[in-house]
């Protein structure tokens, strides 16, 4: 088990409400990186966050947005739920942005209704 | 672009062994990765190559890489049940920060399935 924590585990949520999700790294580890997984597929690349400024971002739209604190804990914060946001959202956190051992947590799972 | 594929399914008996495919598109790549997956569950990171190297063996896992066919595969040897889940084979590729490598990029998981 890797010392990535995300919370909450499960959250229901209606479509045109916010949501924010929280992910703690592992201990030593400074950049987070987050992932959606849409049912039956791979996850996808949202964004990196190191040294508490984003370092990349897929193809996501901007009503995805994030944060990182000092402590490198993050949140992932998206806005104007659609019904296609239902996914698992992964949070992965690595030693640096060079993702040699990206570590994940259990992930967070979003339903929009 | 990044492309990642891997077949879907593979079923095998337990005790023999497993070998999942991926290709990749990026030239560029500089690390391929294999995660697992279990149902309801996070990634777990399994192993990893560095694209200068042809084979890595970590106790019952070996992964063999060939850059110039841009094909990964991952052998496990004595297939256990508890081998079933979901692999994903995943990797980096450049980003905007220096030219480090800060992204993932997946294949949609190939489901193993191992019978007793």
């Known amino acids: 088990e890797t010392g990535v924590t995300q919370s909450p585990t499960h959250l229901i949520k209606t479509r045109g409400q916010q949501v924010t999700l929280r992910c703690s790294s592992q201990?030593?580890?400074?950049?987070v990186s987050w992932y959606q997984q849409a049912l039956g597929q791979g996850p996808q690349f949202i964004f990196q966050?190191?040294?508490?400024?984003?370092?990349g971002r897929g193809n996501f739209p901007p009503r995805f947005s994030g944060l990182q604190f000092p402590n490198y804990s993050s949140e992932l914060n998206v806005n104007a739920l659609e019904l296609d946001d239902s996914a698992l959202y992964l949070c992965?956190?690595?030693?640096?942005?060079?993702?040699?051992?990206?570590?994940f947590g259990q992930g967070t799972r979003l339903t929009v209704v | 672009g990044e492309d990642v594929e891997q077949s879907l399914f593979l079923s095998v008996r337990e005790g023999d062994s497993s070998v999942i495919n991926c290709t990749y598109t990026?030239?560029?790549?500089?690390?391929l990765y294999w995660y697992k997956q279990e149902p309801g569950a996070g990634l777990q990171l399994l192993t990893y190559i560095f694209s200068n190297m042809d084979m890595k063996q970590d106790q019952r896992l070996t992964v063999l890489l060939n850059k110039k066919d841009k094909h990964l595969s991952l052998r496990i040897a004595d297939t256990q049940t508890g081998d079933s889940a979901i692999y994903f084979c995943a990797e980096t590729s450049g980003g905007n920060s220096g030219g480090s490598n800060y992204k993932l990029t997946f294949g949609k998981g190939t489901l193993l399935t191992v019978n007793p």
């Open positions: 992965a956190s690595t030693a640096g942005p060079l993702n040699t051992e990206a570590f």
């Open positions: 990026d030239s560029s790549s500089t690390y």
């Open positions: 201990s030593g580890h400074n950049t």
């Open positions: 966050y190191y040294r508490e400024e984003e370092n």
